[in-house]
């Protein structure tokens, strides 16, 4: 079975700072990748995706990620975080053959602090 | 466009009782997922809907849970019999097609049971 492995459950930094929020997943067959992220009693936001082409996708809001495919990861990285920034963040993967399974698979989060 | 509305926000329920959640998706989305969140420990699927089929349930709680999506109205979740070990944060996504557009996401329903 897949399973998304999110190494650090908090990670408190610095406005400004560099920030990367770590990912691994399992599977031996293509996926589909996803980072989201929840505000304080919201629903989650996809903030950026894989399915394919270029291995570093970004999002509007400055966030990056990178997929690996030797090593299994989709680490999300930002190079400078704002107070703003301050949620929690979901890594998730789906099989990427297009088939029947629609269900993600989710990580625990992670929960980026921002302090000034 | 309304995103996927989930009502009612919060939910107090006696042990014992019924919980009914709901859930609308987007306008034009037809796959509908169910997900529970407990602290510390993310979301965890349940089932995953189109419109009058269940296609995969593998995460449902073999009693007291059900969910359907009519043809007609919204997704409904319904959790009879509550216990305390219910109480979580229940999110409804939808998607236009699979995965592979990524969900949207309700805001939830948090259950709290007494």
């Known amino acids: ?116 | 466009n309304a995103g996927v509305m989930q009502n009612p926000r919060h939910l107090v329920r006696r042990r014992g009782q019924e919980a009914r959640l709901r859930c609308s998706p987007m306008k034009g989305h037809s796959h509908v997922y169910w997900y529970r969140q407990l602290p510390e420990e993310g979301l965890k699927f349940m089932v995953y809907l189109q419109k009058e089929n269940i296609i995969d349930e593998s995460g449902m709680p073999k009693e007291r849970f059900s969910a359907e999506f009519p043809k007609e109205g919204p997704s409904i979740l319904r959790i009879q019999q509550v216990v305390r070990g219910d109480s979580a944060a229940y999110f409804c996504a939808s998607s236009p097609n699979r995965v592979d557009d990524g969900y949207t996401f309700g805001s939830g329903t948090r259950l709290t049971v007494v």
């Open chain 1, 1 to 116: 079975a897949q399973s998304v492995t999110q190494l650090d459950s908090q990670v408190p930094v610095f406005e400004e700072a560099p920030v990367e929020l770590r990912c691994n997943y399992s599977s031996s067959v293509s996926v589909y990748l996803f980072w989201y992220v929840q505000y304080p009693n919201q629903g989650l936001q996809l903030l950026l995706k894989y399915l394919s082409g270029s291995t570093l996708v970004e999002s509007i809001n400055g966030f990056e990620a990178e997929f690996n495919k030797s090593q299994t990861s989709f680490h999300l990285r930002k190079p400078s975080v704002h107070i703003s920034d301050t949620a929690e963040y979901f890594c998730a993967v789906n099989k990427g053959n297009g088939g029947s399974q629609g269900n993600l698979i989710f990580g625990k989060g992670t929960k980026l602090s921002v302090k000034p």
